[in-house]
């Protein structure tokens, strides 16, 4: 595996997984793009269908993340099941950082999936393409805003865990 760049442990850190160690972070950061990955695919989905239901139900599920350090529903499929298929590690619970994201991006896709239901798609393309684009960087960089906006507004940088 590729070693990590200090940007990539950087961002990690900045999640809430400052508690790992180098190494586990080297091994962790492909799995940990998983979720991101499947959220975002599920939202751009929802998105092209217009679709308020599917859209509330992704935000049913960043809620299970919001609220749930081990219940990630996307994480339970990857630790459950997914994980087993390629030998990969076991997600460790989800710092505090990164449920305050998982927080905001609830409020966005039921914001998304209200305006498809109210007939105003112009406000749920804006809403749920912004969860899109925070996922798709997560996915791509493991820079987090979600994080990012929590550490900005604590001023500090989470390194204890969930």
């Known amino acids: ?3 990590l760049s200090k940007l990539e442990v950087a961002n990690l850190d900045h999640q809430g997984f400052g508690y790992l160690g ?40 960043a ?19 997914v994980r ?4 990969a590690p076991r997600l460790p619970p989800t710092p505090t950082p990164r449920r305050f994201s998982y927080l905001l991006s609830t409020i ?10 109210y007939g105003v798609p112009a406000a749920g393309y804006v809403l749920g393409g912004t969860v899109t684009i925070g996922g798709a960087t997560l996915a791509l960089s493991l820079w987090c805003v979600g994080s990012w906006a929590y550490n900005l507004v604590l001023r500090t940088t989470s390194r204890n865990g969930p």
């Open 63 to 81: 809620l299970s993340g919001a609220l749930l350090p081990r219940g990630m529903f996307i994480d339970v499929v990857y630790n459950q099941g």
């Open 22 to 61: 180098d190494e586990a972070k080297r091994i962790l950061a492909l799995p940990l793009r998983f979720t991101p990955v499947v959220g975002t695919a599920f939202i751009v989905i929802g998105l092209i269908l217009q679709s308020y239901l599917w859209l509330g139900t992704m935000a049913l599920v």
């Open 108 to 117: 966005l896709l039921a914001g998304s999936a209200f305006s498809f239901y």
């Open 84 to 87: 087993h298929l390629f030998g």
């Open 1 to 3: 595996m590729a070693t």
